[in-house]
Each structure stands twice: as structure tokens, then as C-alpha cells.
């Protein structure tokens, strides 16, 4: 059982970045995934793109933008070397697949598998009408599979990259965040200020449910080490 402690969580969204965005950050080098190694100072130079969430994968930034775009920055001069226009609308979230692949939720209802070795889109699954993602989350570095939470509640365990429906599961409010917390668990928070335990077994299982704040939970990260989590909503609550 997860020893639970809600601290405050600071999130930096960068948006309209017509000048320089400077990104510091305390966290120790994983060697295990080089694209969770960022300490330091990371710089970006955008002009002109309105990004809505960033993935770090070494020394470049791989960034979502407000038209559809995803953008390849190098972080130490700013330039950008590569985009893929993945979107009609807003990118939600990304998250790093294998290699330089990319996957992608967006405001367009659309999730959207990206390779920037070969410069193009790979595949693209559509969610019902009215219906987006919200956020991903991928269980293991060496697996193809990829958790989704959704606007409408839903928790959808994918296969990638024909995105195969593995498994699913209904909610009573919309997903706004997920974290891995375990090799086949994870915390999903949602927007009735619930965090909820879910297990990626042979079928996704909500297995506990925590109320923490009384409103949206807008985010949730996980410290693996202490074995605690935190939340951020606008309740003024921690």
C-alpha cells in the first residue's frame, strides 16, 4: 500500500514563448532512461509556437504546441531542428515512446504516434465524438503499451502502433492526470478531486479510491524512493 502524502506540486506551463524559456531543475540523472536526465539549465527559443507540454529526451526538447505541432528543440542553442505536424488543434499531452517516437493526445480527439527518425506520422487513433485525452502514461520503457485518460472518464490500456485495444475501464469523471507507481499500478486523478488506485492487470481494476481535495485534481506526481505522491488542485489545498 502507497504511504500517501500530498505536497504542494509546482507545474511550469510554457505558453506563447516568443522570447527565452529557462527550465531548472534539482532532479538526479535516472540512468536508466536518458530521457529523464535533465539537470541544469535547459534554454528554448521558440518563436512564434505556443507550447502546450514538453517531453525531455537528452539534450532536446520535444514540445507540443497549441496549433497541432510537435516541435524538435535543441535545448543547449534553442534551434529548432525538426516538427511534425501531428494535430488540427492543441496538443494535451506526449510522452516518449522507443527510439524518437512520440505519442500524442490532442484537443482534435485524435492520439497520434510520431517517429522523428523518419520524419512523419506513424499511425493515428480516433476516440468517439466529443470525446479527448487527457492524459498518458507508459508503463514500462520497453513495452509498446500506453495507459489514456480521457475527458469522458475512461481509462483505455493501448498497444501501439496499430493502438489495439488491450483493456478499459469506465469513470464517473473526467482523468486529469496519471502516474506509474509500480510495475502494473498507477494513480489517476480526476475531476471530482479523487485520486484512484489502478491496476494494469489482465483487466484495468480501480483497487482504492482516496478523496484529497474538493475540486479538480488538475495534477499528480510520483517520488518512488520515499514512496509518496503529490497532488495540485485549486482548492488551496496540499
Sequence with gaps: MLRCCFLLWLALVVVGCSAGVEIRSERPADTHDRSEQYSGRLLAFVAGASI???CLA???IFAGCLDGRILR????????????PA????????VRMDGLQFLTSGADGYLVLTDFAAGQVVSRYGLPAGEYGTA??????EETRV???TKGGGLLLLALPGFSLLSASSHDAPVWGLVMTGRDTCLAVDGRGRVLQVSLGQALKVSGVLEAH???IEAVA???????FATVSRDSQC
Excluded at 76 to 83: I, K, P
Aim: aromatic share 2%.
Design 52 to 54: 502546450t507540454k514538453i
Design 58 to 60: 537528452g539534450d532536446e
Design 73 to 84: 528543440i535543441d535545448s543547449r542553442t534553442g534551434r529548432v531542428l525538426a516538427q511534425i
Design 87 to 94: 494535430h488540427t488543434s492543441g496538443v494535451i499531452d506526449i
Design 136 to 141: 498518458l502514461v507508459r508503463p514500462l520503457a
Design 147 to 149: 495507459l489514456v485518460g
Design 214 to 216: 474538493r475540486i479538480s
Design 222 to 228: 510520483f517520488q518512488p524512493a520515499a514512496g509518496v
